[in-house]
């Protein structure tokens, strides 16, 4: 009965998720509560001790470091992209893209990819939004392409050796994280490749959508040189941030904001620049990445501190130091609420015992005779199972299970420890990944937006890693 009421559960989230009939913070408190009384009600579950009130406290406790980090990583990159620290960044680059949309969008993955390499998602995001949406807006693009490709890119990298995946399937299992990952090097690049392929396609399409808006390459130039008026930071409700109207005036011409300023786009001339204080900015920002790198702190310490530190040099004036948060606080409520209503998910799906039961149900289900496919069947299963489970729940209790299972039909422990991290790039677009709502917090990208775009593309680029490491034998096929 509990998987019938997990998978139902999950069925139900999902459709009110991507049809936006309820708000994604919404939708993570009331589904799984309504869940947990149903199961809590029948008697499948305790309430009490050890039960869902616990297990939910818990996931509380557990978050609460990771939304204080999202608070202040918001508020101090929100504040170095006001005081114009990226923009000489962005005149470079749109110099370099000579304002071609397909190529921005390789150069997204390109980016997020180096970036990746530190095995960190949140500062992967952090630096591939703060140095490229501006330039995003400034061309008019959905920056629904970008949170796209920088989150495709992270997640086929995400199963570096010294990344959390990696470390976790070698721990529990008792295998060499170099036996396990290296065999899978040449599934992680066709998977880097599948990326910018990707990524190719969807900044032809971008651009094949510019031009038939009227938007053509030239007119945005010419209005990003026009730009002198206040514009808008942030956008619509839609995701897109852009519009996609023709310039209704003449560039340079008499005309008023709205006829000449591209909606959502960052002015040059905003009056929270501070171009006396740019190599300070510039060391301050250094310092917090290297800081992150060495992790010999806390990152949420990291991040008060240099929020703290920016705002008072950059606005030295209380009331600007308080209109410089407030300015952020729509992204900063969005994502911290997000991140405590997942912690309603995951302390429901523990305390009801519904991952159990559903990782008993999995093994349990697979007949005897294709047992011999275990390797094959987990790493397809853990597409959906790190989508709707934290890592620490798949590699510490399912992971497990599986793996039992499958030595009964000869699969060693390191063939499956390299089939459950092939789900990774599908893992890191769920919602219970701190570092993706991060990711759609900075951008102001509407999550259902965001995972219309993507989960459909990170499980082509799972199935590619996955079709590699078959062709090699490094997984067992049969």
Request: glycine letters at 8%.
């Amino acid at each position: 009965m509990l998987i019938v009421l997990g998978s139902a559960m999950i069925a139900v989230f999902m459709y009110l998720i991507l049809s936006k009939r309820l708000a994604p913070t919404l939708a993570l408190v009331l589904v799984p509560l309504t869940f947990a009384l149903v199961a809590t009600g029948t008697g499948l579950s305790e309430p009490g001790e050890d039960g869902v009130v616990d297990s939910i406290s818990s996931a509380f406790s557990d978050f609460a470091p990771t939304a204080v980090l999202l608070f202040f990583a918001i508020i101090f990159f929100g504040t170095m992209i006001d005081v114009g620290l990226f923009d000489p960044l962005i005149r470079f680059v749109l110099r370099t893209v000579d304002n071609d949309p397909v190529r921005l969008v390789v150069l997204t993955a390109v980016l997020a990819g180096v970036v990746s390499l530190d095995g960190d998602g949140s500062t992967t995001f952090i630096i591939t939004v703060s140095a490229l949406l501006p330039i995003y807006l400034r061309l008019g693009l959905s920056p629904v392409v970008l949170t796209v490709v920088a989150n495709l890119a992270n997640g086929v990298l995400n199963i570096l050796p010294w990344g959390g995946p990696t470390i976790r399937a070698a721990t529990v299992l008792n295998v060499s994280p170099s036996e396990l990952f290296n065999p899978m090097v040449p599934g992680m690049v066709a998977g880097i490749a599948t990326v910018l392929l990707l990524a190719w396609q969807l900044g032809r399409s971008e651009r094949r959508r510019l031009l038939a808006s009227g938007r053509t390459l030239s007119v945005v130039a010419d209005e990003m040189v026009a730009v002198r008026e206040p514009a808008l930071v942030g956008g619509g409700t839609d995701g897109t941030h852009g519009t996609d109207r023709p310039a209704s005036g003449s560039a340079g011409g008499p005309a008023d904001a709205g006829d000449h300023a591209l909606q959502g786009t960052l002015d040059p001339n905003r009056p929270t620049l501070r171009p006396k204080l740019i190599w300070f900015n510039l060391a301050l920002t250094v310092a917090l990445l290297v800081l992150l790198g060495m992790d010999v702190l806390p990152l949420s310490l990291v991040f008060v501190a240099a929020a703290a530190i920016a705002l008072v040099v950059n606005f030295p004036k209380p009331e600007d130091q308080l209109r410089a948060v407030t300015s952020h606080a729509t992204s900063i409520v969005g994502v911290v609420s997000m991140v405590f209503a997942a912690a309603v998910l995951v302390g429901v799906l523990s305390g009801t015992g519904m991952v159990t039961a559903m990782a008993n149900g999995i093994v349990s289900a697979v007949p005897p005779s294709v047992g011999s496919w275990f390797a094959v069947i987990t790493g397809v299963l853990s597409m959906p199972l790190t989508f709707f489970l934290t890592n620490d729940a798949f590699y510490f209790g399912i992971l497990p299970i599986l793996t039992e299972a499958a030595g009964h039909y000869g699969i060693a422990p390191v063939e499956m420890a390299r089939a459950s991290i092939i789900g990774q790039p599908v893992h890191m677009t769920s919602p219970l990944v701190p570092a993706l709502l991060l990711l759609v917090s900075l951008a102001k990208v509407n999550l259902a937006d965001h995972h219309r775009r993507v989960i459909w593309r990170a499980a082509v680029c799972s199935l590619v890693m996955l079709g590699v490491a078959l062709l090699l034998g490094v997984v067992p096929l049969g």
